[in-house]
């Protein structure tokens, strides 16, 4: 179901690649300040769903709104709509040539037209924000996995996004450098920051989610609060993968 105080809203959402269908009558919601894990099998269609909220991928069927907006509308603007939306990427996806205040830096200037000094400024308090207040002047190269991934959570912060997107942002990190990211999320959560999240970080999806999204085969095929998820879920095919995890 969908409300209409739905941050994000999916409404009958279908896409297909060539005859796959990857995403099957997706209609779900999102609502202000909740934050909601997907999980699921590997190809499931996680991260494709999380894909069509910021037009990385376009869908055939059904209609997707964020923040009020109609993101697969003919008339929108793709560049100015994205440079609203927060989203972080399994990989980081940092300008390598760029300090880590200087990535944080560009869309607010580009878009925002915001001056140096400001955009220095917010630079900043967000590096501080996610711990990494001394960092302003490295380059990637120069950070670890993890101090990268906390830079790429700053810098789409910096657009000031009503709602933040992680698509497995864990997943291409060392072990030990997993939790410091994790942190950085659990404490825009408690800020009532409104988040989709895609990862397999069981533990996150259990303290951290007000519901968890369970997909397989491109559908939703439960949804409910990470206790009942956790120790009672409902379709079989959520027992597996909860047992298979636990087994691993």
Known sequence: MT????????????????????????????????????????????????????????????????DGQDVHAKSLD?????????????????????????????????????????????????????????????????????QQQRVAIARALAMDPPAMLFDEPTSALDPEMVGEVLQVMKSLARDGMTMMCVTHEMGFAREVADRVWFMDQGRIVETGTPQAFFSAPESERARKFLSDLRSH
């Not at 400024?121 to 207040?133: D, K, M, P, S, T």
């Open 3 to 66: 409300s209409t105080s739905d941050m994000i809203a999916f409404d009958a959402v279908n896409k297909w690649y060539g005859d796959y269908h990857a995403l099957n009558g997706i209609t779900a919601g999102v609502a202000r300040g909740e934050v909601v894990v997907v999980c699921g099998p590997s190809g499931s269609g996680k991260s494709t769903l999380i894909r069509t909220v910021n037009r990385l991928e376009e869908i055939q069927q059904g209609r997707i709104l964020f």
């Open 78 to 146: 793709v560049n100015r709509f994205r440079s609203h939306v927060g989203f972080v990427f399994q990989s980081f996806n940092l300008f390598p040539h760029l300090s880590a205040a200087e990535n944080i830096m560009l869309a607010p200037m580009n878009v925002q037209k915001r001056s140096r000094a400001q955009a220095r400024e917010r630079a900043q308090e967000l590096l501080a924000r996610v711990g990494l207040a001394g960092k302003a002047d490295a380059f990637p190269g120069q950070l670890s996995g993890g």
